[in-house]
C-alpha cells in the first residue's frame, strides 16, 4: 500500500510541475478545494486591488501549498485541467475594479468530482454481463446440453436425455388430464355435423337421376357424470330417423329412445349387462366400480401432481437402469432428402438391464399407495392383493437372477440436437429378425425431413418420407410406401401413396392445412383432404376427385356449444326394460310408420336402387 501511495504521489508531483509550465493548475484534491477568490478578498480588504501579477503570484502560491496536500492525499486526486482553468477565469473576472467599492465576494462550493472513470467501467462490466446473462439464458438449453456432455458419464448423459424430454410428454399429457377432469366438473357441450354428397355424374354412373345431401347432426352435452346424445339423420333436409341416448355414471342406467318409432325409453343398466355376460361369475362390484369412477374422473382418486409424479417415477426406473451407452459427436443423419448434423446416442440393453429396470418398477410399485388405491377402485383387485401380487413378482424375478447372462437383448439409438432435443429414435431387437422400427428428422434452415419405418430383416415393411419447407405451417411432399413378402409365391409386392402438405399445422390441438392423395394403384384417383379451424370449431372436408372432377364429398364441422342442464327421464313417462320386457316395447312401436316414412323420402330418389336390390336385374 505504501508503494502505491508513493508511486501515486511521485505521479502527482510530476503533473503538478506540467500545471507550473502552464501557468495555470490543472488539478484540485477532492478534500482540499481551492479557495483562491476568499483568499484574494481577504487580503485586499478595504485597500486598492492587488495587480495582476500580485494576483498571479497569490494563485501560484496558493497552487504549492495544494501541491503540498497532493502528496498526502494521492488516492482520491483528480486533475483537469480545462475545470481549474476555468475556475481560474471566473475568479479572477470577480475582481473589483478602482472605479468599484470592495465588496466581498465568496465563490460557490465547488462540486465534489465523481470518479467518472470507475463509473464508466463498472457500467460498461454490468453492461457486458447483462449481455452475457441475456445471451445465456436464449442459449440456456444449449449450454446446460453441452455442460450435461461435457460432466456426465455416457449412461448418466443419456438418462440427462430421456429425462429431459420425456418429462416435457409427460407434462403434456398430465396437463391434457387434468382439463379432462375440469371438463368432467364443468361440463362440456359439442355439435358435430356432417353432410355427404355425390355428384350428378356419379350418380348416373349409379343408375340414379340425382342424390341429394344426406346430413347427420349429433349433439353431445357431458356434466356431473351426466351424458346426452341427440343424433338426427336427413335427407334433403327431411328427417329419416332420431336418436337420444342419456346415461348416468353415477347409476350406469343408460336410456334410449328413438321418437320415430316409439316414444317409449329403453333402459339398460351395466349390473344387468355384466350379470348376463362374461364377468357373471366374477366377484366384481359393479355399483362399488360405479362409485369410484366418477371420483377417478373428478380428480378425487389421482390429481394431476400424482399422476405426472407417478409417470416421471416409473419413466426413470427405465432409463436410469440402462448402462452400457456409447455417444457420438458430429454425425451426419439424412431424411429423405436433408442432412443435418447430431449427437448419436446408442445404448445397448442387456437381459440385466431388464431385470434391473423390472426389479426398480416393482420396488417402486410396492409402496404405491395410489396405485393400489386405482387398482382397488376400478374392481381390479383389492389393496391387499395388489401389495401380495407385487411381493411375490419381486421373489419370482430374484429367482431367475443367476440365470442371467448379461446378453445384449434391443439397441436403441437416439440422435440429438445441441440444445438435447432427441430429433430421432431406432429401436433394433437382437433376436435373429433384427426387427427395428424409428424416425429421424432433418432441418436446413426452413427445409425439414422427415423419415419413419418399421423393418423386419432386409424388408421395409412401413417406410414413410417427408420433405419441404417450414414457413405458414409445413409445406411439402411424402411418400408412403408398404411391402408385404408371400412366403408362397416367394416374392414381394409393394403399395405406395403420395402425399402433398400444403401449409399444413397444428395448433391448440386443431389442424389446418390441406393433403392429396395420390397413387398409381388409384388409376387417376385422388382424395383431398383440408382442414380448417377458428376459435372452437373445426371443420374437415374431404373430396374424391376422379379426373380433376369432385366426385363426392364429406364435410365435417365440430364446435364446442354451451353446456345445458341434462335432464334424465321422469317417472311419468314410459320406461321398458331392454333386457327383460323388450316384448312390451315391441308392441308400443310404430315400425310400419317407421319404414313408410323413410321409404316416403328416398323413394323420388333411390327407388330404382331398391327395385335393384329387392328384386334383382
Do not use: C, H
Not at 438449453?141 to 424430454?165: D, F, G, H, R, V
Not at 431385470?355 to 418398477?361: H, V
Not at 429401436?427 to 427445409?447: C, E, F, M, N
Request: charged share 25%; hydrophobic share 35%; net charge negative.
Amino acid at each position: 500500500m505504501n508503494n502505491e501511495n508513493q508511486n501515486e504521489s511521485n505521479l502527482n508531483e510530476n503533473q503538478f510541475s506540467e500545471v507550473e509550465l502552464d501557468n495555470a493548475p490543472k488539478g484540485v484534491p477532492e478534500e482540499t478545494p481551492f479557495t483562491e477568490t476568499a483568499s484574494f478578498t481577504e487580503e485586499t480588504s478595504g485597500t486598492e486591488a492587488a495587480s495582476d501579477t500580485e494576483l498571479t503570484s497569490n494563485i501560484e502560491a496558493e497552487n504549492n501549498t495544494a501541491g503540498e496536500n497532493l502528496n498526502t492525499q494521492s488516492e482520491d486526486l483528480e486533475l483537469n485541467k480545462e475545470n481549474i482553468t476555468e475556475e481560474m477565469k471566473e475568479d479572477i473576472s470577480l475582481q473589483p475594479s478602482d472605479s468599484q467599492p470592495n465588496v466581498e465576494t465568496l465563490p460557490e462550493a465547488p462540486v465534489k468530482k465523481k470518479q467518472t472513470g470507475k463509473i464508466v467501467a463498472a457500467l460498461l462490466i454490468l453492461v457486458v454481463v447483462l449481455a452475457g446473462s441475456i445471451t445465456a439464458f436464449a442459449n440456456r438449453n444449449k449450454l446446460s446440453n453441452t455442460i450435461a456432455m461435457m460432466t456426465k458419464s455416457s449412461s448418466q448423459y443419456y438418462a440427462y436425455i430421456e429425462q429431459k424430454n420425456l418429462d416435457k410428454q409427460i407434462n403434456s399429457v398430465t396437463k391434457n388430464y387434468s382439463k379432462s377432469q375440469d371438463n368432467y366438473k364443468k361440463g362440456i357441450g359439442a355439435e358435430n355435423n356432417l353432410s355427404f354428397t355425390i355428384s350428378p355424374a356419379l350418380a348416373m354412373m349409379m343408375g340414379l337421376n340425382e342424390i341429394k345431401p344426406i346430413n347427420a347432426k349429433l349433439e353431445s352435452i357431458s356434466k356431473d357424470g351426466l351424458s346426452s346424445f341427440n343424433g338426427v339423420l336427413s335427407y334433403d333436409n327431411k328427417t329419416l330417423a332420431s336418436l337420444e341416448l342419456l346415461s348416468d355414471m353415477n347409476t350406469s342406467d343408460y336410456y334410449l329412445k328413438v321418437p320415430e318409432l316409439s316414444s317409449a325409453y329403453l333402459l339398460m343398466t351395466m349390473k344387468d349387462m355384466i350379470d348376463s355376460g362374461i364377468m357373471a361369475d366374477t366377484d366384481f362390484d359393479y355399483n362399488e366400480y360405479a362409485k369410484n369412477l366418477p371420483a377417478l374422473l373428478g380428480n378425487q382418486l389421482l390429481s394431476e401432481n400424482a399422476l405426472n409424479e407417478m409417470l416421471k417415477r416409473y419413466s426413470s426406473d427405465i432409463y436410469n437402469n440402462i448402462k452400457t451407452v456409447e455417444v457420438k459427436k458430429n454425425v451426419d443423419v439424412t431424411a429423405s432428402t436433408i442432412t443435418s448434423s447430431y449427437s448419436k446416442l446408442t445404448a445397448t440393453v442387456t437381459d440385466t438391464d431388464l431385470y434391473n429396470i423390472a426389479l426398480a418398477i416393482l420396488e417402486d410399485a410396492k409402496t404405491d399407495k395410489d396405485l393400489a388405491k386405482i387398482t382397488a377402485s376400478l374392481q381390479l383387485m383389492t389393496e391387499d392383493e395388489y401389495y401380495n401380487t407385487i411381493e411375490t413378482a419381486i421373489n419370482d424375478l430374484k429367482a431367475d437372477k443367476s440365470t442371467l447372462t448379461n446378453e445384449p437383448m434391443l439397441n436403441m439409438v437416439l440422435y440429438t440436437d445441441s440444445n438435447g432435443n432427441i430429433t430421432g429414435r431406432e429401436i433394433t431387437i437382437l433376436d435373429g429378425s433384427s426387427t427395428s422400427l424409428g424416425y429421424t428428422t432433418a432441418r436446413d434452415g426452413s427445409k425439414l425431413g422427415f423419415q419413419a419405418w418399421f423393418k423386419e430383416k432386409d424388408l421395409d415393411i412401413l417406410d414413410v418420407t417427408a420433405n419441404g419447407t417450414i414457413g405458414n405451417g409445413f409445406t411439402g411432399d411424402s411418400v408412403i410406401s408398404f411391402n408385404y413378402y408371400d412366403e408362397y409365391y416367394d416374392e414381394t409386392t409393394s403399395t405406395s401413396f403420395n402425399v402433398a402438405l400444403e401449409n399444413v399445422k397444428l395448433k391448440d390441438n386443431k389442424l389446418d392445412g390441406k393433403f392429396t392423395l395420390t397413387s398409381d394403384e388409384m388409376l387417376g384417383t385422388e382424395f383431398v383432404v383440408e382442414f380448417k379451424s377458428a376459435n372452437k370449431q373445426q371443420d374437415i372436408n374431404i373430396k374424391m376427385m376422379a379426373g380433376g372432377i369432385e366426385t363426392i364429398a364429406l364435410l365435417l364441422t365440430t364446435k364446442e356449444i354451451p353446456v345445458k342442464d341434462i335432464k334424465m327421464p321422469s317417472s311419468s313417462e314410459k320406461i321398458v326394460d331392454m333386457m327383460n320386457n323388450m316384448d312390451s316395447y315391441i308392441e308400443t312401436a310404430d315400425l310400419e310408420g317407421f319404414m313408410t316414412n323413410i321409404q316416403t323420402i328416398l323413394a323420388e330418389d333411390f327407388g330404382p336402387l331398391f327395385d335393384l336390390l329387392l328384386y334383382g336385374m
